[in-house]
Every structure is written in C-alpha cells, then in structure tokens.
C-alpha cells in the first residue's frame, strides 16, 4: 500500500519508520517539506503523493507552551488533521489519526473509555479534542489512537528527562498523584500496523477511536522510580510530591487511565504491561 505518513522525526514516527512492514511504499513527511502550521498546504500534498492511506504522527505536543500559543496549537493539532481528512474523504482513502488523554478532565475514578465525556482543561487538550472532532466529522474512514504519557528512547520525553537531570546529580521531585499509563512510542506503532495490516485486508469494522496506552497504571512517582530501577541507577535524590507543589502553565489530568478493550475485540491488540515496555526502551537507550 502507498502511504503518506506526516511526521517522521518524532517518537510516534520514529516507530513507524522502523515498524511499518517493507511492502508498503511508505513517504515520510517532516520540516520543511511540509508545515502544517499552514493547513492549506496539506490537499497538494496529498494530492501530490496520491497515497491510498494517510497516517498523521505529527502534532503540537509543547503542553505548557501551548497556553500561550493557542493559535498555532489550533492549526497544527486541529486544522491541519481538518484538511487531512478532508483530502482523504474527497479520494476516499482512510486516515489514521492519533489524540491525548488531555482530551478527558482527569476527574474520573474507573479507566475513560471511547465514550467518555470529553473534557479538556488545558489548550493542547482541546486543539486535540478539536482535531478528533474535525477528523471524525470529515471521514468516517478514520482511525484515532488516543494515548498518553508517550517515551520512548528517541526524542524529548519524562524517561530521557529523568535520566538526565539524574546524570547531573541534581535532586529530582516528581508529583505521586497523577496516575495514568506511561506508553512506549514502539507499542503504539505496533498498535498502529496492526490498524495498517485491517485496512489493508478491506476490513471496515475497524474505524472510530480507540485507546492504546500499555496496560497497567502507575503515578510520574512511580514510573520515575521504575526507571532507575530499570536503568540500574541506585544513587539519584528522588522524591514524590504533589502536584500543588509543581504548578504549571497547562493543567494535568489526575486520572489518565484509558481502558483500551476496544482496541483488544477490534484488532486483536493487547497492548503490553508498562514495565516490561519500559525495560524494552531502556534496552534501547
Ligand atoms: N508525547 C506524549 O506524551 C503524548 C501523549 C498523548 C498523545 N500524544 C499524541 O501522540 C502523537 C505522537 O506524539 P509524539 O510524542 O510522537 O510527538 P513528538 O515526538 O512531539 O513529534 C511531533 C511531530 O510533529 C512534527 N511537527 C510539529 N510541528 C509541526 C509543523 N508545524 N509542521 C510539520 N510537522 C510538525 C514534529 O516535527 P518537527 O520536530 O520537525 O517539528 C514531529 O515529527 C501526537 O498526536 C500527540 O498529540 C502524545
């Protein structure tokens, strides 16, 4: 199959580079070829390529930052995944979008499933929302992975940064209530050819959202302290603290936990326990 995948340098994309099975003809697309800041330019793209399937693993991830830069967080995350799906239903072929747990208010208690009220609390949350919206209203051929705490051993993520910070000897103090689903870049691109592997059997059950974090739940506390357990670092200064403690310019969900059974009865993927993906990634550093 011919695939046009936007985005290549990031976690997601650095996956499907090296995931997406050799019998697709797959072109990535990144910085300067394609800015999606300017959404107009996606249908030449498109058009250009002429792909049968159209994965977008590009987004407008600087939480924090985006509080302050809405607009260019509305053209990346929503607008320009808009013009996808519209491109892909004027050449009715399927696009393979990917949101956020921020997409949900964090109140809950039980894991959010597909249906769940949505209910941001920050920009980048509701440009997602608004990407998911724009996306499913355009085409019924799309397939969102929602997902969260993403990391993996390539790009900037919470793993690299407590590693580092960890090297520098400084003291490290990580907020313990806050509890979701740390995800390995790779099993989300796995989830991702496996998504790729339906559509391109003609399978036409597998559209709509679904959610795919690995399983098994922990605080940033306790992924931290799993890291440098995984990465046998025994000397580091690491504390839990609360998240009043930590204030930030984008608020977080408390609860993050998102229960991927969709993902399992449709495409027969169940996603890997969170530790086991953890020491695969440190593996890999
Ligand atoms: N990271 C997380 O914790 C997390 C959690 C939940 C959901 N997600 C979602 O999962 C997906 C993958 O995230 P990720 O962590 O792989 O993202 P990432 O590592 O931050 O990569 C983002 C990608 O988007 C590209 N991009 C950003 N601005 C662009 C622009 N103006 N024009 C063209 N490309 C642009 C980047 O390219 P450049 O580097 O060239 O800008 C990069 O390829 C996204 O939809 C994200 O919202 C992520």
Same mark, same amino acid.
């Given at each position: 199959?011919?695939?046009?995948?936007? &985005?290549?340098?990031?976690?997601?994309?650095?996956?499907?580079?090296?995931l997406?099975p050799?019998?697709?003809?797959?072109?990535?697309?990144?910085?300067?070829?394609?800015n999606?800041?300017?959404p107009e330019?996606?249908?030449?793209?498109?058009?250009?390529?002429?792909?049968?399937?159209?994965?977008?693993?590009?987004?407008?991830?600087?939480?924090?930052?985006?509080?302050?830069?809405?607009?260019?967080?509305?053209?990346i995350?929503?607008?320009?995944?808009?013009?996808?799906?519209?491109?892909?239903?004027?050449r009715?072929?399927?696009?393979?979008? $990917?949101?956020?747990?921020?997409?949900?208010g964090g109140?809950?208690?039980?894991? $959010?499933?597909?249906?769940?009220?949505?209910?941001?609390?920050?920009?980048y949350?509701?440009?997602?929302?608004?990407?998911?919206?724009?996306?499913?209203?355009?085409?019924? *051929?799309?397939?969102?992975?929602?997902?969260?705490?993403?990391?993996?051993?390539?790009?900037?993520?919470?793993?690299?940064?407590?590693l *580092?910070v960890?090297s520098?000897?400084?003291?490290?103090?990580?907020v313990?209530?806050?509890i979701?689903s740390?995800?390995?870049a790779?099993?989300?691109?796995?989830?991702?050819v496996?998504a790729?592997?339906?559509?391109?059997?003609?399978?036409?059950?597998?559209?709509g959202?679904?959610?795919?974090?690995?399983?098994?739940?922990?605080?940033?506390?306790?992924?931290?302290?799993?890291?440098?357990?995984?990465? &046998?670092?025994?000397?580091?200064?690491?504390?839990?603290?609360?998240?009043?403690?930590y204030?930030?310019?984008?608020?977080?969900?408390? $609860?993050?936990?998102?229960d991927?059974?969709?993902?399992?009865?449709?495409?027969?993927?169940?996603?890997?326990d969170?530790?086991?993906a953890?020491?695969?990634?440190?593996?890999?550093?």
């Amino acid at each position: 199959m011919r695939i046009l995948v936007f &985005g290549r340098v990031g976690q997601l994309g650095s996956a499907l580079a090296e995931l997406l099975p050799s019998h697709h003809e797959v072109t990535f697309l990144d910085q300067p070829e394609v800015n999606l800041s300017q959404p107009e330019s996606v249908p030449d793209l498109i058009t250009e390529h002429a792909p049968a399937l159209v994965i977008n693993a590009a987004a407008y991830t600087a939480v924090d930052k985006a509080e302050s830069e809405p607009a260019l967080a509305q053209l990346i995350n929503a607008d320009a995944p808009a013009a996808m799906a519209k491109s892909c239903r004027i050449r009715d072929i399927p696009l393979i979008h $990917y949101s956020t747990d921020y997409v949900f208010g964090g109140s809950a208690s039980a894991p $959010y499933t597909e249906h769940a009220p949505a209910a941001p609390a920050s920009v980048y949350g509701r440009t997602k929302l608004e990407g998911e919206q724009a996306v499913a209203g355009e085409t019924d *051929r799309h397939i969102i992975f929602r997902t969260a705490w993403l990391y993996s051993h390539i790009g900037r993520n919470f793993l690299k940064t407590m590693l *580092r910070v960890a090297s520098e000897g400084k003291p490290l103090r990580v907020v313990d209530d806050q509890i979701g689903s740390p995800t390995f870049a790779w099993d989300l691109g796995m989830a991702s050819v496996a998504a790729v592997d339906a559509l391109e059997k003609g399978r036409e059950d597998v559209y709509g959202i679904f959610h795919a974090t690995n399983s098994g739940v922990t605080s940033w506390y306790g992924f931290a302290q799993r890291i440098f357990e995984v990465a &046998g670092i025994e000397k580091v200064d690491l504390s839990a603290i609360l998240t009043e403690s930590y204030p930030t310019p984008a608020p977080r969900p408390a $609860y993050s936990v998102l229960d991927c059974d969709r993902l399992h009865q449709i495409l027969q993927v169940k996603m890997p326990d969170w530790q086991d993906a953890l020491s695969r990634c440190v593996a890999r550093l």
